[in-house]
Nanobody
Framework: VQLVESGGGLVQAGGSLRLSCTASGFIFDDYAIGWFRQAPGKLREGVSYITSSEDTPDYADSVKGRFTMSSDNGKKTLYLQMQSLKPEDSAVYYC????????????????????WGQGTQVTVSS
């Protein structure tokens, strides 16, 4: 199983970026797939995800109304359209594949996380 992210970069505050993630090699019937991010000195946190049975994405509270997740190719290509970016959105963004998503306060996690992508850096300058 492989997840490959692309689309990161440097953008000014208020700007937009679109991330992509392509998944290959998995044939799970029941899974969750989504975006996570990790800023320096902070824990990795969930950003948005969908599941094999649910097309409507769930979002972390911090990105609701600014980020939009979509998918294609039978949910094996993910996109994350990020708008109104803030410096606090700066992080390495990862695509993650797993199972059993659960809400945890203002964000979420996968209780079983099977695969991470290599990550793509997003830097938002003030």
């Amino acid at each position: 199983v492989q997840l490959v992210e692309s689309g990161g970069g440097l953008v000014q505050a208020g700007g937009s970026l679109r991330l992509s993630c392509t998944a290959s090699g998995f044939i799970f019937d029941d899974y969750a797939i989504g975006w996570f991010r990790q800023a320096p000195g902070k824990l990795r946190e969930g950003v948005s995800y969908i599941t094999s049975s649910e097309d409507t994405p769930d979002y972390a509270d911090s990105v609701k109304g600014r980020f939009t997740m979509s998918s294609d190719n039978g949910k094996k290509t993910l996109y994350l359209q990020m708008q109104s970016l803030k410096p606090e959105d700066s992080a390495v963004y990862y695509c993650g594949l797993g199972r059993s998503p659960v809400r945890q306060g203002s964000t979420f996690l996968f209780r079983n996380l099977d695969v991470w992508g290599q990550g793509t850096q997003v830097t938002v300058s003030s």
